[in-house]
T-cell receptor, first 114, second 116 residues
Framework: AQTVTQSQPEMSVQEAETVTLSCTYDTSESNYYLFWYKQPPSRQMILVIRQEAYKQQNATENRFSVNFQKAAKSFSLKISDSQLGDTAMYFCAFTQYNNNDMRFGAGTRLTVKP | GAVVSQHPSRVICKSGTSVKIECRSLDFQATTMFWYRQFPKKSLMLMATSNEGSKATYEQGVEKDKFLINHASLTLSTLTVTSAHPEDSSFYIC????????????FGPGTRLLVL
């Protein structure tokens, strides 16, 4: 079974600084997708970034980028120029290609301090 | 694009009554939708996968007779909590997956259910 591990329950960062959230996963499959979702205090889950496993290039969305290490089964999220609005719970998620199951990590609570 | 609505956002009901929650994909078709439950400060727990025109697939330990799911169209899935009890109080979140692939799920804003 696929598992997703987020080893940092809580993190904090100063506004305008950079922070990296860690995520590792376990799978025997070669085709899959990885995601980072953000859940702010409103509790609305928002897609931050997506990575297809077959792509070697790391995904980037504005201030958000990932470091995808397929061999190490690692998928970290880097947030640059942190903003107060980045304060949220961040969930790493995994799903196999053509599979319904999406597995979530336990989440990392990020606080951006002014 | 890729907006999912969920209604109601909050509901309070008496023990023994039934509550229906609607999940709609507003700007895309979704053959597959998902229902999650989230406990305070916890991750999402998948309850069931809803497939348009067929029976839902429930996760182990989820009572299908208690949590009725209907996916009548490509844009609407409903979850009915039957004979609700206080232990059913929780935050329920739906998501919808675009039919075009890429396996991305887009989430509704959630429904907070309180059973008195």
């Amino acid at each position: 079974a696929q598992t997703v591990t987020q080893s940092q329950p809580e993190m904090s960062v100063q506004e305008a600084e950079t922070v990296t959230l860690s995520c590792t996963y376990d799978t025997s499959e070669s085709n899959y997708y990885l995601f980072w979702y953000k859940q702010p205090p409103s509790r609305q889950m928002i897609l931050v970034i997506r990575q297809e496993a077959y792509k070697q290039q790391n995904a980037t969305e504005n201030r958000f980028s990932v470091n995808f290490q397929k061999a190490a089964k690692s998928f970290s999220l880097k947030i640059s120029d942190s903003q107060l609005g980045d304060t949220a719970m961040y969930f790493c998620a995994f799903t196999q290609y053509n599979n319904n199951d999406m597995r979530f990590g336990a989440g990392t609570r990020l606080t951006v301090k002014p | 694009g890729a907006v999912v609505s969920q209604h109601p956002s909050r509901v309070i009901c008496k023990s023994g009554t039934s509550v229906k929650i609607e999940c709609r994909s507003l700007d895309f078709q979704a053959t597959t939708m998902f229902w999650y439950r989230q406990f305070p400060k916890k991750s999402l727990m998948l309850m069931a996968t809803s497939n348009e025109g067929s029976k839902a697939t429930y996760e182990q330990g989820v009572e299908k007779d208690k949590f009725l799911i209907n996916h009548a169209s490509l844009t609407l899935s409903t979850l009915t909590v039957t004979s609700a009890h206080p232990e059913d109080s929780s935050f329920y979140i739906c998501s919808a997956r675009e039919d075009r692939g890429q396996e991305t799920q887009y989430f509704g804003p959630g429904t907070r259910l309180l059973v008195l």
